[in-house]
């Protein structure tokens, strides 16, 4: 196992970057822990890749700071390189070459690497070595250039929407290499438009919007935190719910939108479920039908960077 301690793979402090007068990166920060999953999740245009390629070491910043592995990504490239995989949007290969072949050569270039053609098996690429890239699908070229940015037995990979366009089977063979990479202490930041891969995967989601990091934590943090939740009961009708709601911390409203149907929001965490209910036992209730609805990493996510169509 590598990458135990709970150190920082990468840190990046006020990172700025532009394309002409266009702003894409806007003074971010971010800090992915080793041995850990991190999530980027954003908008379109919301400079996830500008970012991700500035760690890669293909970008250089305007301003700011990025420390990936400890080391500068332009200035110490070549130190860099061999550490980290790299999975980009574009696949970033040459179209010309047979898929085994590449892999193969990909797989020399490191000390270590892993089984070819038992990466090639899991990843569903044993029918396609022969082909040459341009004649891949596009769901093929994908898990390939997974398969390449994983070969090396890198530190550290970063994964550009790994998933984008795959079928289900295939997002549950990316989503099952990415947890046994995480088992091997290996460091992992993909950006992603999937909640529910942010959600199964990621030990940290970053939520990027116009440049900057909106939130950041793990998962359960930011379903907590900001979003409110609901607690439903059902009920005799016309309770006091004057009274209910000076047994609940402030902050909390309480409200009967139907006869005997009941609505508490606010931060629905057990000590207020155990206050409710027993609110409800001394004054004689039977609350019927309990239920939290917690908020999903959705709703964070709309909260924060709005519900409009980015192009
Ligand atoms: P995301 O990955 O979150 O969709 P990007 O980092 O690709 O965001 O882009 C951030 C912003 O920078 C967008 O407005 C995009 O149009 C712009 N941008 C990205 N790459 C370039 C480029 N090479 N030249 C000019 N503008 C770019």
Redesign the pocket.
């Known amino acids: 196992m590598r990458n135990e301690s709970v150190g920082s793979a990468v840190q990046v402090r006020g990172l700025v970057k532009r ?2 007068n ?1 702003t ?2 806007d003074g971010l920060d971010l800090d992915v822990r080793s041995g850990t999953v991190t999530a980027v999740l ?10 991700i390629e500035t760690c890669e070491g293909y970008r250089r910043p305007d301003a700011g700071t990025v420390r990936v592995l400890g080391l500068d990504p332009v200035a110490d490239a070549a130190a860099l390189r061999p550490r980290i995989g790299v999975m980009l949007q574009s696949g970033g290969v040459y179209s010309g070459a047979r898929a085994d072949e590449m892999l193969r050569h990909m797989a020399k270039l490191h000390a270590h690497p892993l089984d070819v053609d038992a990466l090639i098996e899991r990843l569903g690429l044993g029918s396609c070595g022969r082909t040459t890239y341009r004649r891949l699908s596009g769901g093929q070229q994908q898990r390939l250039a997974l398969a390449m940015a994983v070969v090396g037995r890198p530190e550290l990979v970063f994964l550009d929407e790994p998933t984008a366009g795959l079928d289900p089977q295939a997002r549950r063979a990316t989503w099952d290499l990415v947890r046994e990479l995480r088992a091997d202490g290996v460091t992992t930041v993909l ?1 992603t438009h999937f909640m529910q891969e942010a959600e199964e995967l990621a030990d940290d989601v970053a939520i ?1 919007d116009a440049g900057r990091v909106a939130a950041q934590g793990s998962p359960e943090e930011l379903c907590r935190g900001g979003a409110e939740n609901t607690l439903r009961f059902t009920g005799r009708p016309g309770l006091d719910l004057g009274s209910l709601l000076k047994a609940l911390p402030d902050g909390t409203a309480a409200a009967e939108p139907l006869p005997g149907t009941y609505r508490i929001t606010g931060t629905v965490d057990p000590q207020l479920l155990a206050t409710v209910t027993t609110w409800c036992a001394q004054h004689g209730v039977m609350p019927d039908g309990i239920s939290v609805e917690r908020h999903t990493l959705e709703d964070v996510f709309l909260e924060l960077t709005g519900k409009e169509l980015r192009s």
């Open positions: 394309y002409g266009k894409a990166v954003g908008p379109n245009g919301a400079g996830k890749t500008t970012t950006t990027v």
